[in-house]
């Protein structure tokens, strides 16, 4: 009789492994078989939540329960809530959209009264936008001198304005109310998270946007799962179309409509993947507001177009989609009254190509527009990959942290570039996060936050707000001409011998060549892909060193520190064409190193043209051997329940590579694994790694048939973490003791060079906080946090009396003169 496994029936496989090279096959049986990647982070304790899973009673029954009938989110590789919006309050101002225009201000005052609060009318935005400020009644404003003890507008918390706001949205005759921002103009964006933003770098953006930042008539149409409201995107987001015929896959009481919000519940336990919000995100996540992320394109307009519900989406509906989005005509549909020049489908399935949709293609490539096409996430050639085995379409693969294709990205023939799409299971740069891409999303509790997903979904928007940067500069390209500029001007170091396409986009260089520029005029300047590298033990990775310039760029390269003699380069001279990349390998030999965290620092200094850049290098030796892990097979029975029955649970031994074979009854499955990382026979808890199949998208069945062989059934296990954060330090804030520093900080203080003090922490084995980057000392034998800035050059963003540093990979540093 089948029954759910308790935490002693797992504890039991400890002694018998099932894992066999030739597992038996029981009769009416069919297999499956993975392997599992747990993440390899720097740091011991990673920062990371991939999922909402109850934790319970520990139990891998109520594990799997809790997880599969929560209603929070099933994410792989993800946080639940890593990062929440931080944002540049001016507490108390709210922007209020009334519906009703051209309010009078004593109106517009009387119907937005907030008990508690006095109104004070700051002015118009736009004929229905007002702004209003807020003070507790019988309070005084801040500016006012003879307040007494009364309480200032300025003491109001983040947590009172926030309630504020929420108070405000609901009243009648109010569309929305959102919080009043501080905005600074520079050319690199002052998002606060931009600096986890690792992918950008590493194709060049920050580059480009010297050149150009968008076009405020540029539309961008995302056809994917729709959109929800998210205070980082809200204001980019133009009028959309729901293309889903099938009210029950809509999920919204309807078929078509013209409201493209994404209604979620699209994940087996009814949970939700905002897909369509994550990619609109990194397309045109607001940039430079001083809030959360920075899109590709700061400028121009993203259009939700919205053709996968609960159940996918049909291709009726998707060609539907493309259709509309270009500008074409969908019967019974109002026509678009933006079509969009570009349209991106982070989407896909297999089989051959519908001659019905390339029609469609071509037709909206005609009226100009030029589609942007996920590759899919497979691990297999694309060659049976629609929609990116069409013809006139930019299909885009997925790479990792080092610019080597993704584990899970298709490849072959159809893939004409990479860009970044991730690998959530390393931490290559070790700044304890996954290498995932980080985007708009909501959390587990339905509230606006940003997550890490890879997959070549997030690869394929990369490219969409580059090809609206071309477009930007050049308003007539075609479709074929943005191609093979993208092809033309590709870091082939990221090519691969699967089939990688003409290689990773380099956005500088594609914009240049699209405003047909050849910027000769330009002197060489060195840059980097990122300021950061991490080993656990030995091991090689390749580091993009750039020329940002015209002309050949000529540099050098050394390693410095105490533990420079571990650190071994590939070349000590580079010479790096106009405005391309060469790959410098860095190797780690520890040697005889006892155990413990190390760091050296690599040098690279042009020696014609301009620019240098120093690149942390933080390996660690002796990391103890990796656990077991325990994956599950859960399923529904008739009655709607989950199931995890005997045959479904097994050990997966770290000595077998994490590879396993199971032999399971034909059903539908759904597989998630976990790792004891601490040991005490409990999991699922706080810090211990997790994992579902498919991917960090996906909550994806398995069929099981008899006598066939699910192969590849291959997913990565993250570190989870609950939704509760405790107070990150603050680095760059003036101290006088460590204490103001927060927990873990440290305050260098005026006598050690650092006037008014300079709240900073350790980061050889932890993470910097939000807003900061880790640095060697001189000497190379530790790591600091250091504030990170824009205004390269002069203060920028940095406090009085100290200077924002360039740290040549599109960013730059708070130090003293």
Known sequence: MRRRLAILGLLSLTACPILEEDPPTPELAGTVQGVLTPFQGQSASVRTTPSPLETGDRSLSRAVVGALASKGVLRTGIPERPLPARESLILGEVIVRFDEANLPVETALARARAPGYRAVHRGRVSEHLHVIRYEPTGVKAQSQPGAGDARSVGALTSAEHTALVQRLSAVPGVRYAESNLRVKAFSLPNDPLYSRQWHYPGMNLPAAWDITTGLDSMVVAVVDTGIVRHPDLDSRVIAGMDLISDPANAGDGNGVDNDPTDMGKDSPNGGSSYHGTHVAGTIGAVSNNGLGVAGVTWKGKVQPVRVLGASGGSLADIAAGMNWASGGSVPGVPVNPTPARVVNLSLGGAGSVPQSVQEIVNAGVARGSVFVIAAGNENQNATNTFPCNMQNVICVGSVRFNGKRSSFSNYGPPVDVMAAGGQTSEDRNGDSYP???????????NQPSYEWYNGTSMAAPHVAGIVALMLAVNPSLTAAQVEAILKETADTSSQCAEGCGAGLVNAQ????????????????????????LSFSGGGSQQLSVRNLGG?????SASVTGAQASSVSLSSRTLSIPAYGSVPLTVSVNPGTLPDGSYVAQLSLRATTGTGSADVLVKFRVGASQDKDAVIAFAYKTLLGEWQVDDEGVALVPAASGYAYSLSLPPRTYYALATIDDDGDNEFFEEGERVGFWRDATEFEAIDVKQDQVSKDVSFTLVPYRSVEESPEPVVGQSCTSDAQCGTGGLCVTASQGYPGGYCTRECLTAACPVGSKCYANTEGTEAYCFATCTGVGGQGTCRTGYVCYDDGAGGGACDTP
């Open 509 to 532: 260089a594609a914009v240049l060549r699209a405003k047909g520029s050849s910027g000769t005029e330009v002197a060489p300047k060195l840059g980097v892909g990122s300021t950061q």
């Open 551 to 555: 002309g050949t760029l000529q540099a």
């Open 435 to 445: 290498d995932g891409v980080l985007s708009t999303l909501m959390d587990a509790r």
